[in-house]
C-alpha cells in the first residue's frame, strides 16, 4: 500500500523591521512585524534538501520584502505568499503578519493563504 506523505516547511514568528503603513505618523519609519511562513510541499517523501525549501530562503525572502514599503499587512502577507509558490515544490504558502503596535491593546494581524 502507498504511502502519503506531507511535508509542511514552517518559519514561525520571525521578527522584522517593515517599511509598513498606511497612516501618516507611519509612513517613513520602519514598524516591527511578526512573521510566520508554512509551505505545503508536493505530495513525497523528503530525501535531500533539494527536495524541501531551505528556511533560510524564506527569511531572505521575507526581509527582501520589508525593505519596500507596502501600506498593507494583508498585501505583505499575500505578496510573501506568491514568492514562495514561485519556488519548486511549493503548493500552497499560509503567510500569517502580525503587527504588534497596530493597536493600543491586543495584537492586530492577518493570514493570507495563497495556493498554486
Not at 35 to 55: F, K, N, S
Not at 71 to 94: D, H, M, N, S, Y
Amino acid at each position: 500500500m502507498a504511502k502519503s506523505v506531507t511535508t509542511r516547511v514552517r518559519v514561525k514568528e520571525l521578527p522584522l523591521l517593515a517599511d509598513i503603513g498606511i497612516n501618516p505618523d507611519e509612513i517613513g519609519r520602519r514598524q516591527p512585524l511578526v512573521i510566520t511562513v508554512q509551505l505545503l510541499l508536493e505530495d513525497g517523501a523528503v530525501e535531500g534538501i533539494g527536495e524541501t525549501i531551505d528556511y533560510r530562503r524564506i527569511v531572505r525572502a521575507a526581509e527582501a520584502m520589508a525593505e519596500v514599503h507596502i501600506p498593507l499587512i494583508e498585501t505583505f502577507a499575500q505578496r510573501l505568499g506568491e514568492e514562495c509558490l514561485t519556488w519548486p515544490g511549493v503548493i500552497e504558502a499560509c503567510v500569517n503578519v502580525d503587527k504588534p503596535f497596530a493597536l493600543t491593546r491586543g495584537l492586530a494581524g492577518v493570514e493570507v493563504i495563497v495556493r498554486a
